[in-house]
């Protein structure tokens, strides 16, 4: 069985499509409304859609032989059964966006590369991580210092993670103000030439 350790992301969408044994009969085009499902992997860019109730019985299907996770047909079949009655679909694990741990613009450069939860970003490959850009690490830190958090000792990786990112600020501004002493210093060098 071919997956990798953390479910994909899923999202449902309704689409128009024509049916065409239903124009050529009404002599006009006629639509039907169809459900699709949108997989994308923790942290990646590449999209699969497929018709949704396809898809359900197809990984439902699977799920008996052995090639698909049992506990997770079951979850996206519940997912796709709330989608349909308008109720908010559940993530696979910890919401980014319940978390005070996170700005709204570091939830954002997560979600826009399909991370959702503490767990996906915790687990983030390095081409996800460069997808979600400057500060990227850090957060990735983050995230595994508050899993860590629920396992014992997780105050003192919280505490660490937060001097880590402090310490990753003061050395950026210190190298900003190097940069702006020796900018001085040549202005002063040239004026002094004069």
């Known amino acids: 069985m071919l997956q990798t350790a953390r479910p994909p992301h ?9 049916d065409r044994a239903a124009s050529i009969e009404a002599g006009h085009i006629i639509y039907h409304d169809i459900d699709y499902v949108i997989i994308t992997p ?3 860019k590449d999209v699969v859609e497929k018709i949704a109730k396809e898809w359900i019985a197809d990984i439902q299907r699977r799920s008996h ?3 698909y996770d049992v506990e997770w047909a079951e979850r996206f079949a519940k997912m796709y059964a709330m989608w349909q009655k308008d109720e908010e679909l559940p993530e696979h694990g910890t919401p980014l966006k319940t978390s005070l741990m996170f700005t709204p613009a570091e939830i954002m450069a997560c979600t826009g590369v399909n991370i ?3 767990e996906d970003l915790a687990g983030a490959n390095e081409e996800a991580l460069g997808r979600i850009g400057m500060g990227a690490r850090n957060m990735k830190q983050r995230a595994q210092a508050a899993l860590e958090s629920v396992k014992g ?3 003192l990786a919280i505490k660490l993670a937060a001097v880590q990112e402090e ?3 003061l050395h950026a501004k210190l190298l900003e ?3 702006l002493v020796n900018e001085l210093r ?5 004026s002094g030439k004069r």
Not at 186 to 190: G, I, L, R, T, V
């Open 10 to 18: 899923i999202r449902f969408e309704k689409r128009a499509a024509e």
């Open 42 to 44: 923790p942290g990646g």
């Open 65 to 67: 032989i052995g090639q």
């Open 116 to 118: 959702h939860t503490l």
């Open 153 to 155: 000792d997780g105050a």
């Open 167 to 169: 310490n990753a600020e």
């Open 177 to 179: 103000l190097r940069g």
């Open 186 to 190: 040549a202005q002063s060098e040239k």
